[in-house]
């Protein structure tokens, strides 16, 4: 089934941001990223312009030191991969400029290149207590 870019821009936008990565639990915190506000609508970003829909995702964490980043960042992408997986999305992740002590290195091991480094990701996903944390923060029972 082919769909309109429009379409698909917004079905993709609605279902990220109201149905997928809103109703994300903190792994620290028991609220969604909603209610602690690590991102708005205007954090989300659709690319279109290539065969493969192309999704970027600007946060902030609530704290500059949050130890918990990398987990926020690989929450967001499983429960995309996961819930979207028909859009067959290309999903990055990204800290907002400033917002964590990370943002300020340049080496290697910043939390944006972790969780959007696909080797990492994926030997994240064959760890038995990543996947636990991952499968509690993305429920949805939360009634939303």
């Not at 941001?17 to 506000?37: A, R």
């Not at 030191?65 to 990204?94: E, P, R």
Request: aromatic share 10%.
């Amino acid at each position: 089934m082919s769909y309109s870019p429009d379409y698909l821009r917004d079905l993709i936008y609605g279902e990220l941001y109201l149905d997928c990565i809103s109703c994300i639990k903190d792994p620290e915190h028991p609220y969604t990223f909603q209610e602690l506000e690590l991102f708005t609508e205007d954090d989300i970003h659709i690319d279109l312009s290539d065969s493969t829909p192309h999704v970027t995702i600007y946060w902030g964490p609530t704290a500059p030191n949050c130890s918990f980043a990398n987990n926020i960042g690989l929450c967001i992408k499983y429960k995309l991969k996961t819930d979207l997986q028909y859009l067959n999305l290309k999903v990055d992740v990204y800290i907002k400029e400033g917002m964590h002590s990370t943002k300020k290195e340049s080496n290697i091991y910043t939390v944006d290149k972790q969780v959007n480094d696909k080797e990492r990701v994926a030997a994240a996903l064959e760890n038995p207590a990543v996947i636990q944390m991952l499968t509690e923060a993305i429920q949805t029972d939360l009634g939303h």
